[in-house]
């Protein structure tokens, strides 16, 4: 995917939406203070490993699923940015 999605989007649209949770009750949940929580879904801050596991414990996907969506927005965010100059390593003979 060349513009992959913010994963907290799709928490708070594909997972809280749905099941009609509120983020203070979310975060409650999760063990997370509302404005971690907040962070996320609005883009503002990432998964991090430690959210992953607590989802997962949730019962809301695996803990590696979230933070391969998270590598992958990073990473595209990161080349939509620019290639910084760099110099190939020499090659071995």
């Not at 749905?18 to 409650?28: I, N």
């Not at 996907?61 to 933070?67: S, V, Y």
């Amino acid at each position: 995917m060349k513009n992959p999605v913010h994963p907290g989007e799709i928490l708070r649209e594909d997972v809280l939406a749905d099941l009609r949770l509120s983020v203070t009750d979310a975060a409650d949940m999760l063990g997370v203070s509302r404005v971690t929580l907040s962070r996320v879904l609005h883009g503002h801050a990432g998964i991090s490993p430690n959210l992953a596991v607590r989802l997962e414990a949730a019962g809301v996907g695996t803990a590696r699923a979230w933070l391969a969506m998270q590598s992958a927005f990073d990473l595209a965010a990161e080349r939509a940015s620019g290639i910084p100059e760099v110099r190939k390593f020499p090659t071995v003979a």
